[in-house]
């Protein structure tokens, strides 16, 4: 099984400045016939289910803000806030789908503050 | 586009079992594999397994040996998770997912599952 890790597990940041979740993976997620990164992250508020806002690794689904971006491959990964709005506060996750079991991260929750 | 409309709420009684549903649309059902996964208040994202609509093949994660059944009725394009032998810390939201040709992820809205 692929242990994800994100760091840190909370962040507090003021409104406008940068948000930076780190997400490392105990295996390789980078499939070479295709050079994907088989990485998503999430964006989940209380009472909702999550929200895709990237996938592999860094393309982002439509309608998500440009704030947001992803980054990484191989094992590590980040997501970034560039512009921390109050509609930002949630917990964030990244998951594997390179293998079964899909495997998520920790979760980060994203607070004002 | 790919749309996961999942059944409603249950409450169930520990040893009961519970079947949910998630009918797709958007998409051709037996294109994409269904997983499901799960959450427990307050507390992360938890994978319970897979099934290929085309087949009906299965796969899951260890820790629901012999209590996860995972079905699916093409003509109604809806997948089914029965989980069996319920006990208190089953009780979660539980989610279907498909995962479709662009890789990017669609979820279901969840059911919440209330064992007590």
């Known amino acids: 099984e692929i242990v994800m890790t994100q760091s840190p597990d909370s962040l507090a940041v003021s409104l406008g400045e940068k948000a930076t979740i780190n997400c490392r993976s105990s295996q390789n997620v980078l499939y070479s016939s295709n050079n994907k990164n088989y990485i998503v992250w999430y964006q989940q508020k209380p009472g909702q289910p999550p929200k895709l806002l990237f996938y592999w690794a860094s393309t982002r689904e439509s309608g998500v803000p440009d704030r947001f971006s992803g980054s990484g491959s191989g094992t590590d990964f980040t997501l970034t806030i560039s512009s921390l709005q109050a509609e930002d506060v949630a917990v964030y996750y990244c998951?594997?789908?390179?293998?079964?079991?899909?495997?998520f991260g920790q979760g980060t929750q994203v607070e004002i503050k | 586009q790919v749309q996961l409309v999942q059944s409603g709420a249950e409450v169930k009684k520990p040893g009961a079992s519970v079947k949910v549903s998630c009918k797709a649309s958007?998409?051709?059902?037996?294109?994409?594999?269904i997983h499901w996964v799960r959450q427990a208040t307050g507390q992360g994202l938890e994978w319970m397994g897979w099934m290929n609509p085309n087949s009906g093949h299965t796969g899951h994660a260890q820790r629901f040996q012999g209590r996860l059944t995972m079905t699916r009725n093409t003509s109604m394009t809806t997948a089914y998770m029965e989980l069996s032998s319920l006990r208190s810390d089953d009780t979660a939201v539980y989610y279907c997912t498909c995962r479709y040709a662009t890789g990017a992820i669609a979820w279901g809205q969840g059911t919440l599952v209330t064992v007590s």
């Open positions: 958007g998409y051709s059902f037996t294109t994409f594999d």
């Open positions: 998951q594997q789908h390179y293998i079964t079991p899909w495997t």
